[in-house]
């Protein structure tokens, strides 16, 4: 049983053909002077190989099926400074490749490789450093093939074919995908227990990272949004420096990374634990909207079939709320519905918390297939306005699942954190 990985190398080689494709790992990024930020392989070398060290490059050749990566020799000394490396031998064998070297070897063995190859594919255009090596390489070949078998006169991205591959999740992605969902989740328990008056919402991000890193999940998938009060109404808040007050509400926005893997859940809540009238009422909207998207979520059914329903939703409670008159066509035909709701109805999620894939295609929507996540994220944000009910003056909510389309319809793998509304009170009223 080849690994998930190999299965993945497998199936990029035979849509390769003939075709030589080099992918490197990310670059590692210093901070200042020689402290680095956390490391983070590239997702599409990560997807391919489960190889997370840094300066690392995997080769598929299409013409012989080998899998051959290049990676950092063993190094006793700065294995005391820097931990564990794998060097190539032991690399090959953990890993399932076909051949390794040090990656001191790149440039000499690509000459080699690439000698009387055709077509090369790489990432073009994603690292202009590498991309500048890859220069160089057609160049000496270029000098080089009066002589000796011609360069290669072809090239391609190799990135459009593993979008479209990472489109689809395998079995061993759902697994890490739910792992994920539930760690995110636990932090999102934790920080709804933890929640009340008087905190900072620095102390609630520290109750979500506590619950992610105790769990195994090092890191979160984007940076945390715990935006209190009007803090809420700034989509990308992530300051997490207020003061949580009573009357007020909480936003979360927050999930893990556990192998690479992203989760994405928002909840709003009160921050005293119990819902006000309008707070209820703004909430009971976002909530409904929410569970119109995601039954319109299923096999066969085109994209923007979820968003449309969440949309015709929300714009309903927008008229009832009194923040908008005329009819449900009419709000949405003028877009006078994106002051309140400026943001798309959610987005695929695998190893990138936006994760890649079209979701058009010749300008047309696709069908969601089994195998694909997305997030389902419908919200309201109201900002003070003429016109807008002051009650309802800086409350904003967003609700945000993760979503595996089955062969059935859809299944929503972060239920482990409540968000209807006698649930969230009876969870932040327990002692
Ligand atoms: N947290 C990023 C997003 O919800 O898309
Ligand atoms: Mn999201
Ligand atoms: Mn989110």
Redesign the pocket.
Same mark, same amino acid.
Request: aromatic share 8%.
């Given at each position: 049983m080849p690994t998930p990985h190999a299965a993945r190398r497998a199936r990029l080689l035979s849509a390769l053909g003939d075709a030589v494709a080099v992918l490197p790992t990310a670059p590692e990024a210093v901070r200042n002077a020689d402290n680095f930020y956390p490391y983070r392989p590239d997702s599409h070398f990560l997807y391919l190989t489960g190889f997370a060290e840094p300066e690392a490059v995997l080769v598929l050749d299409g013409r012989s099926g080998k899998s051959i990566l290049f990676c950092r020799d063993k190094n006793p000394d700065m294995e005391i400074w820097e931990g564990f490396r794998h060097g190539p031998q032991a690399a090959a064998e953990a890993f399932g490749f076909d051949e390794a070297y040090p990656i001191a070897e790149l440039d000499a063995r690509m000459l080699e490789l690439l000698s009387g190859c055709g077509r090369l594919c790489w990432s073009l255009g994603r690292d202009a450093k590498f991309d500048a090596r890859v220069n160089g390489w057609l160049d000496s070949l270029r000098q080089r093939a009066y002589h000796r078998a011609p360069a290669p006169s072809c090239y391609g991205d190799v990135h459009a074919l593993l979008d479209e591959m990472r489109l689809i999740k395998d079995d061993s992605e759902i697994a890490l995908l739910r792992r994920a969902g539930e760690i995110s989740a636990a932090g999102h328990v934790q920080a709804m227990r933890a929640t009340r008056p008087g905190l900072h919402e620095y102390q609630i991000e520290a109750e979500i990272l506590h619950a992610f890193v105790s769990r195994g999940a090092r890191q979160p998938s984007?940076e945390s $949004?715990v935006a209190g009060g009007a803090n809420a109404c700034t989509l990308h808040y992530c300051a997490n420096n207020g003061l949580l007050r009573d009357g007020e509400m909480l936003l979360i =926005?927050?999930?893990c990374e556990l192998e690479g893997y992203a989760g =994405? $859940? *928002?909840r709003s809540f009160p921050i005293n634990g119990r819902f006000s009238g309008p707070q209820r009422d703004v909430y009971e909207v976002v909530l409904a909207a929410q569970a119109a998207a995601i039954a319109a979520l299923g096999p066969k059914v085109p994209w923007n079939a979820s968003g449309d329903a969440a949309l015709a939703v929300l714009a309903q409670g927008m008229l009832d709320l009194g923040l908008l008159r005329g009819s449900v066509d009419g709000v949405i035909e003028s877009g006078a519905y994106r002051q309140f709701y400026m943001h798309g109805i959610g987005h695929l999620i695998g190893l990138d918390?936006h994760d890649v894939g079209a979701r058009k295609r010749n300008g047309l929507w696709r069908a969601y297939q089994p195998g694909m996540c997305v *997030?389902v +994220?419908p919200g309201l944000y109201i900002r003070p306005a003429d016109g807008v009910p002051a009650a309802l003056h800086n409350i904003g909510v967003?609700i +945000?699942d993760d979503v595996l389309i089955t062969e059935q319809g859809c299944e929503v793998y972060t239920g482990g954190v409540p968000k209807q509304i006698d649930q969230i009170e009876a969870l932040m009223n327990e002692n």
């Open positions: 984007y $949004i =926005d927050a999930g =994405d $859940i *928002t918390v *997030t +994220e967003r +945000e």
